[in-house]
Structure formats: structure tokens, C-alpha cells
């Protein structure tokens, strides 16, 4: 993952990308760690689906699952360590449930950076590669390094009418920025790549997917004339080996849109009234809890990958709610 395009790429790394393109374009991090064998790279590599739970911001690993009770009281943790149905992994005396399924996750402790900054050491857990400029900056540029994200979105085979890749509740970003936090889009390789952002607040009865519905003067019907309006003005336009990649693209992203408007209402994905009120409520009723709910519909669905971004509904124009460490969950 080193920026320099002319490192030569070592075996680790060949298997390493070859296993995370094969499923979901996630990074094999899992491989990183010692007791991970390749059957189960083998097993992860199938997965048809995948959630990226980004904290934006949390309490440190010393207080979660490494509390190191064993050292001077100026390193340890002030939490004690419970044991997990894992023997000899511990945890948080707080993270009770969390102990009870440790044979279900892979506790990774050899991820590292040595980033300074918030938003570039941001841009390197979206993007999965080292930040390629001077640390001298927390927001987003036109040359950041495409996010894991945009790269399904535009390598990913589309399962469904719902796009390969979905963002959820928002872009991080820094409260008194202007513009979100490098890495999360498509980057160098062109914003047409960036996943599909679904914005807002779940927890609102009238919680609606901004641009899934048509204009109020625009009927179902109305809308389908316009659609075969525009065939009958495509046979005018050019020749299919006319066209370039920019206006296939450009064409491909139309008719997916085209498509989801007009059945997302019958797919019901993003509807979460459908839920029970009992799961609701389990889930939590603020708008991170409703968000992992969210996707969890959208793996239903066949989404292959849905990132969920923590985002405190208790922040303000001044101060950031945000913590200095951030953890990730996949």
C-alpha cells in the first residue's frame, strides 16, 4: 500500500489485492492476522456482501480490547478485562455482548499508521492505501486516492436494481469545514465513481431517499412517456461504435437511475416502517442505530457493500463531538 508506483509489489501484496477484488473489494486486512490460514482467505473471499462500519471517532483500543491490565497504571486501561468464548481473548468489562460472539469476528491488532492528521490517516481506512501528500490538510481533494467504496461501485457486478455501493447517513466531515474528509469518493478517477449517498435521518417517519422520487407534476405514467420520448431521440444520436467511454458511462448511469426510480417504491429496501417495532427499537432509535438496520435491508437486498458512517445527531455548527482515535469495524 505504499503511494510510490514504482515499489515493486511483493507476493503478500499480489494475494492480498487478488483476494480483496475476488469478493467485495474490501482490503484483506484479515490476512494480517497470524492465525488466519488461506482457507479462511479462501471463505472470506466468497462473501457476497459486506457492511463498513466507520466510527468517526471512539474511545481507544485500551479501553475496549486491549487493555494490557498487566502494565504500569500510566499505560493500562482503567476498565477490567472479561474473558470472551474465545480462550485467552479478552475484553472490555463493558462489552459484555460483544465477549459472547468473539468466536464470530477477527480482532486484528497489527493495523497501524503513522499518519498525523486526522484526515488523511481518514483517507488511508476508506481508500485502503497510504495518503499520497504532505499531511497538511483533514478535507477531501480532486487527486485523493479513490475510495474502497467507488472502486465497487465501479468494478462491482449489479446484483439488483440498487447501485453496487451505498454510503449511509452522510460524508464524513469536520464541523467547521467546508468540504468532507479525503478518500470517501471517487477521487483521481472521477467523481461519476462515487458510491450512492443516501442522506438523512432514518429515525424520521417521513425519511425519504432524496432523488428516488419524481417531481409532485411528474407522474409515474408522465415519466414514462419522457423515457420513451428520449429512445425515439436516440435513434437520431450517435451510432453505438460512436459512442466513448464517457458517454457509456454516462448512458449506463441514466438507465440504472431510470430503473431505480421506477421500482424502488415495489423493492421497499430503504423503507424501514416494514420493519418490526420490537427490531426498530433493538437496533436503537437514533440515526446510527437505524442506519446498521438500514444495512442490514440493503445486504438483504443484495447490496454488495454498504458503508455506515457515525455521525452524532447531538453535534452543532461550533464544536465537534468527534474523539482523536477512531476504530473500524468490517
Known sequence: ?????????????????????????????????????????????????????????????????????????????????????????????????????????????????????????????????????????????????????????????????????????????????????????????????NPFLVEGDPTQEQFRIEGLDLPREVSLNRFHRRRDLRRQLELLGLRAEQGTFQTRLAESNYLAAAELIERAEALGAFDLSREPTAQRDRYGRTKFGQSLLLARRLVEAGVPLITVNWDDEHKDDKVSPHWDLSLIHI
Open 1 to 193: 500500500m505504499n503511494p510510490n508506483p514504482r515499489r515493486q509489489m511483493t507476493r503478500r501484496d499480489c494475494i492480498s489485492r487478488a483476494v480483496s477484488l475476488s469478493a467485495v473489494g474490501i482490503p484483506a486486512y484479515a490476512l494480517s492476522h497470524p492465525s488466519l490460514n488461506a482457507n479462511d482467505a479462501r471463505t472470506a473471499a466468497t462473501a457476497k456482501s459486506a457492511v463498513f462500519v466507520f466510527l468517526f471517532g471512539g474511545p481507544s483500543q485500551v479501553d475496549l480490547t486491549d487493555l494490557k491490565p498487566q502494565a504500569p497504571v500510566e499505560i493500562r486501561g482503567e476498565f477490567q478485562p472479561i474473558s470472551t468464548t474465545v480462550p485467552g481473548l479478552e475484553l472490555c468489562e463493558h462489552l459484555p455482548l460483544l465477549a459472547k460472539q468473539a468466536e464470530r469476528f477477527c480482532l486484528v491488532r497489527s493495523m497501524t499508521h503513522r499518519m498525523p492528521v486526522h484526515g488523511p490517516a481518514c483517507s488511508e481506512i476508506y481508500s485502503g492505501r497510504e495518503y499520497f501528500g504532505a499531511p497538511i490538510t483533514d478535507q477531501a481533494r480532486i487527486d485523493d486516492w479513490p475510495s474502497i467504496a467507488s472502486m465497487v461501485q465501479r468494478f462491482s457486478e449489479r446484483r439488483s436494481i440498487l447501485p453496487p455501493s451505498i454510503v449511509l447517513p452522510w460524508y464524513t466531515q469536520f464541523v467547521g469545514q467546508d468540504k468532507r474528509i479525503a478518500g470517501q469518493t471517487g477521487g483521481r478517477m472521477g467523481e461519476q465513481f
